[in-house]
């Protein structure tokens, strides 16, 4: 049996379900199976700027297929944002230490933290990273 179902761009949704305009949006985890860039890229600077923690997926699946993932980090340095791959008790990072092999186009999570809304958690992430490096 199929349902059908509201669908919402992630401005209108926060615009019309998230009640403060401007409490922070703690964490924003997308997972829309390949699809993930064209919501960051339809939200708004607005949105963006709230976000404390963003969370994607990266693989091979719908639009991925023909964008890059440098494009989206790259977009999200320019909101303040610090990538990186999340793995298993590890973290890789991604702003201003790209690397073309990074755009393989593989099942992955890609985790950001905006560093002037939360820097003492990029500050950790930061030496976190470090540590392991």
Not at 98 to 116: F, G, P
Request: aromatic share 18%.
């Amino acid at each position: 049996m199929c349902e059908s179902v509201d669908v919402f761009s992630l401005k209108t949704y926060v615009e019309n379900f998230v009640q403060s305009t401007s409490s922070p949006i703690n964490i924003l985890s997308i997972d829309v199976e390949g699809f993930d860039f064209d919501v960051i890229f339809g939200a708004s600077s607005k949105i963006l700027d709230r976000v404390e923690y963003l969370e994607f997926e990266y693989n091979w699946m719908g639009s991925w297929g023909k964008q890059h993932l440098f494009d989206a980090v790259k977009l999200l340095d320019d909101h303040d944002f610090t990538c990186y791959w999340a793995g298993v008790d590890r973290l890789w990072r991604l702003t201003d230490c790209w690397l073309s092999y990074y755009d393989m186009r593989t099942w992955s999570n890609v985790a950001c933290v905006h560093h002037s809304v939360v820097p003492s958690l990029a500050s950790r992430w930061r030496l976190y990273f470090n540590k392991l490096y």
